[in-house]
């Protein structure tokens, strides 16, 4: 690992400490090359990406596909501030399309950054009615100033020495889960409930929920379907909005093309990110009526970079791709849940997998018994996912460590991983296995 140190030295002096990620058993290795669904590091060393980025990686790395799509946009047109172009309306009419919209019903405004797509779905909120925000513990939607105050307190939020941009309340609720397992759960009723008493409460109506339909950044949590069908009757009541964050499960990811949809509820708006640029460039979309997203009035909202013309025509070819290879993705998502269960079972760990759409997630319930390294102020279950996550690293698979108190392993293989590759990180998590029970 000397050459992987070298670089982090060189990380340390050249860029800012808070983009270091030290409570992150994986973050040792440097990155010098990708080729699908494997990194390379800085000493050349193999790993199978099962982090994806976050999801923004579904169709994996370097995807010729999408690449050649790149090459031709970049040789015609790829970038233009604040003007149209024809990559831009296209990829907007078939995005709309391919999420059910009649034509002219809906529309969409593009931005570059999740969170900035986020603002901009509570900029229509704020327009529909001004008050309240509601957001949810464990939630994750940026960390722009702006967006920080919805990011869960204890892990992504900063305390600045100002009261922040926002100047309505901000009510944050438990995030109920169906899984009996999951630790520190709340009943979805008794969540409705308080959301129910402190609006009704308080004198300053609602502008909107904000939600995420599967939690991403802390462990693919995901409540009852019937939660969100009665969270949008409440919102409704009050005449605020609900917004989807699907930033992270949308496309493909939690199911369905909106995992929203798969649930059974219709936003007010959705926001996309993240795989919405194929993986290889950043761009954001808020989706919504017509009359919603024209509620913003002209020229309230651009960036230099927002709908460029390069990242729409990768994005109009992601879409293809996805639309391709989205009948196959129950059976992938159903293939790799099988593969973690039937290791749990044969090595009897304290274990449920859990998961929907194209995730496994392995939720610990017990520390293993084994685990005794110290590892500072870890629990103990906190800690068996803590060393079980670096004996993968070392085995060359990379994966998700999570969970409201550490203790979910998340797997997120890339939309187009082949059922090889799945046998093969199954294979390395064994090998991790018996590296830990050896000690
Ligand atoms: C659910 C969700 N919302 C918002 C964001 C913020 O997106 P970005 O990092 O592109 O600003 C993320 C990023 O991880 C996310 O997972």
């Given at each position: 690992m000397a050459e992987n140190q070298a670089w982090q030295t060189r990380l340390t002096q050249a860029v800012?400490?808070?983009?270091?990620?030290?409570?992150?058993?994986?973050?040792g290795p440097v990155w010098a090359s990708a080729e699908h669904v494997y990194l390379f590091d800085v000493e050349g060393k193999r790993y199978l990406d099962f982090r994806c980025g976050y999801s923004a990686i579904n169709f994996g790395h370097t995807p010729d596909r999408l690449i050649k799509a790149a090459e031709r946009q970049m040789r015609c047109l790829s970038q233009l501030t604040q003007l149209p172009s024809t990559a831009m309306i296209e990829f907007a009419e078939e995005l709309l399309a391919f999420l059910?919209?009649?034509?002219?019903?809906g529309k969409v405004l593009f931005n570059v950054s999740g969170a900035r797509a986020v603002e901009t779905a509570l900029k229509i909120a704020l327009r529909n009615q001004p008050g309240a925000i509601v957001c949810f513990e464990f939630?994750?939607?940026?960390?722009s100033l702006a967006t920080q105050p919805f990011s869960d307190a204890a892990t992504f939020s900063v305390d600045y020495?100002?009261?922040?941009?926002?100047?309505g309340p901000i009510y944050r609720f438990p995030y109920p889960s169906d899984?009996?397992?999951?630790?520190e759960t709340v009943a979805w009723h008794d969540v409705l409930q308080q959301i129910d008493d402190q609006l009704s409460r308080c004198d300053v109506p609602l502008s909107a929920v904000l939600v995420e339909p599967m939690l991403g950044a802390r462990g693919y949590i995901a409540p009852p379907n019937v939660f969100f069908q009665e969270l949008r009757a409440l919102v409704h009541r009050f005449g605020g909005l609900i917004i989807a964050?699907?930033?992270?499960?949308g496309l493909g990811r939690?199911?369905?093309?909106?995992m929203s949809h798969t649930q059974g509820w219709q936003p007010d708006l959705v926001v996309l990110g993240?795989?919405?640029?194929?993986?290889l460039v950043p761009i954001s979309a808020v989706v919504g009526t017509a009359e919603l997203i024209d509620?913003?009035?002209?020229?309230s909202e651009s960036e230099?970079?927002?709908?460029q013309p390069l990242a729409c025509a990768i994005g109009s070819a992601a879409l293809r791709w996805l639309t391709e290879i989205e009948s196959a993705l129950p059976s992938i998502g159903e293939t790799l849940r099988a593969i973690f269960r039937d290791i749990q079972a044969r090595w009897n760990l304290p274990v449920e997998i859990q998961g929907r759409g194209v995730v496994a997630v392995l939720?610990?319930?017990?520390?293993?018994?084994?685990?005794?390294?110290?590892?500072?102020?870890?629990s103990e279950v906190a800690r068996t996912v803590s060393l079980l996550a670096t004996e993968c690293l070392k085995e060359g698979l990379l994966l998700h460590p999570s969970g409201?108190?550490?203790n979910r392993m998340v797997f997120l293989p890339p939309l187009t991983v082949t059922a090889e590759q799945l046998a093969e990180a199954g294979h390395k998590f064994e090998a991790a296995l018996a590296n830990l029970l050896r000690k």
């Open positions: 800012g400490r808070c983009f270091g990620r030290p409570h992150d058993p994986q973050a059910g919209w009649q034509a002219g019903l939630g994750y939607h940026g960390r020495p100002w009261p922040g941009i926002w100047n899984a009996a397992s999951v630790q964050d699907e930033i992270q499960v939690g199911g369905g093309r909106l993240k795989s919405l640029g194929g993986g509620s913003l009035p002209n020229g230099t970079f927002a709908a939720d610990w319930r017990d520390g293993w018994p084994n685990s005794t390294e110290a590892n500072g102020a870890l409201p108190s550490g």
